[in-house]
């Protein structure tokens, strides 16, 4: 929301002098999946719709501040993840990092040259994802996803990833998370592509 002065992003003045950039953003009503239980496969499956239309709209949207570097894209997860190796003290867990990284470069950057980049959220954790009923008369368990927030981690990545984080919170602390993550891959299969498919699955090529 734009301040007085037309400004999207405005100053504010301490008391002290110091001078800080604030700006005001519209209320979305609502709970964050976090704070909701049970998650129903209808809410899982609202997640997964969600998630595909919002990337589906970003589809068409770029802006150049977009291509930057961040440590949070998935784009450059092995470099980030080698280049702070020495930060893990253990061998042995230092060598278990090694172990998934090297898996990830053989399995699944052989998939990454063949889906689609382009704007994504690229955070869209159970704190950040908001829930609410769809109607005044609906029942306590029948919520659905309406809104997400926190674009601070925006980056020009690949959009299945939004997908992917969203399912690895939705299946935390289930006791079948396979089962959990069903409705939320299921249905938003219609946005994506068949290497985006495949690497969601795992890809044709991962052992176990």
């Known amino acids: 929301m734009k301040a007085r002065s037309g400004e999207e992003i ?40 969600f998630l595909g239309s919002m990337d589906k709209a970003f589809a068409s949207f770029h802006h150049p501040a977009a291509d ?59 704190n950040n994802v908001l829930v609410r009923q769809p109607a005044p008369d609906s029942g306590p368990f029948d919520l659905r996803v309406t809104g997400i927030i926190d674009f601070g981690d925006m980056v020009a990545g690949f959009p299945v990833v939004d997908l992917a984080v969203g399912t690895t919170y939705a299946i935390m602390g289930k006791t079948d998370p396979l089962a959990a993550a069903v409705p939320v891959v299921s249905t938003p299969t219609i946005f994506l592509k068949q290497a985006e498919t495949t690497l969601l699955n795992g890809g044709p090529f991962t052992s176990a």
């Open 10 to 49: 405005a100053t504010a003045e301490h008391g002290s002098g110091t001078k800080h950039l604030v700006r005001l953003l519209p209320y979305l009503p609502g709970k964050f999946v976090s704070q909701v239980t049970p998650h129903s496969p209808d809410l899982l499956r609202s997640l997964g719709v």
């Open 68 to 126: 930057r570097e961040l440590k949070w894209n998935m784009k450059s997860a092995p470099s980030t993840i080698r280049s702070r190796l020495h930060h893990i003290a253990a061998p042995e867990g230092r060598a278990l990092v090694i172990h998934f990284v090297e898996r990830f470069e053989k399995q699944t950057s052989l998939l990454l040259s063949r889906i689609r980049e382009g704007i994504i959220h690229n955070d869209a954790n159970d």
